[in-house]
T-cell receptor, first 113, second 114 residues
């Protein structure tokens, strides 16, 4: 099976702009989770989507939002970018049933100038 | 919510020497434990996981970990490391009360020297 793919791999934006990141899960997986990774805060959970519904949410401001489509692909949007949003954004997919393994994509490196 | 403590932020080790990475988690009735590895400029790859059963778990690339409920620990070990094991290692925990959301430790950077 093909792994989790994320596009784009790298992004450079300026403060105040918005950005959309995309994640395609492993075929058959219905759950997609998003994480932010920074040197200072480590890996932090953003949110999880399961069958097009947000099932879990971390402690991030409302500028961070997401959605999931009927084919399980997911997008994450960040509006009004701040310098502190510079990070590696990782998505992970799983079948969403119980404590199953999450499979991670390579990430999108976002730099905010 | 679960919390995870990785006791060592940096672990330098010589090639062919053993390595142990320590991980402790906050107590819960039933937890599920994972170790992931991240190579430079890549995502996370699962090394091993504990869901139930035997407390000694074997994973990929010769790694193993032991679940110790009384000490709330899940330490990762490898008897002989290679240069290619240089990477960052993350311990993670999930439980049913938190909808199986993964909570990660801060990570341990392992640098293997010849």
């Amino acid at each position: 099976k093909a792994g989790v793919t994320q596009t784009p791999r790298y992004l450079i934006k300026t403060r105040g702009q918005q950005v959309t990141l995309s994640c395609s899960p492993i075929s058959g997986h219905r759950s997609v989770s998003w994480y932010q990774q920074t040197p200072g805060q480590g890996l932090q959970f953003l949110f999880e989507y399961f069958s097009e519904t947000q099932r879990n949410k971390g402690n991030f401001p409302g500028r961070f939002s997401g959605r999931q489509f009927s084919n399980s692909r997911s997008e994450m949007n960040v509006s009004t970018l701040e310098l502190g949003d510079s990070a590696l954004y990782l998505c992970a997919s799983s079948d969403g049933q119980g404590p199953d393994t999450q499979y991670f994509g390579p990430g999108t490196r976002l730099t905010v100038l | 919510a679960q919390s995870v403590t990785q006791l060592d932020s940096q672990v330098p080790v010589f090639e062919e020497a053993p390595v142990e990475l320590r991980c402790n988690y906050s107590s819960s009735v039933s937890v599920y434990l994972f170790w992931y590895v991240q190579y430079p400029n890549q995502g996370l790859q699962l090394l091993l996981k504990y869901l139930s059963g035997s407390t000694l778990v074997k994973g990929i690339n010769g790694f193993e970990a032991e679940f110790n409920k009384s000490q709330t620990s899940f330490h990762l070990r490898k008897p002989s490391v290679h240069i290619s094991d240089t990477a960052e290692y993350f311990c993670a925990v999930s439980d049913q009360l938190d909808d199986y959301k993964l909570s990660f430790g801060a990570g341990t950077t392992v640098t293997v020297r010849a």
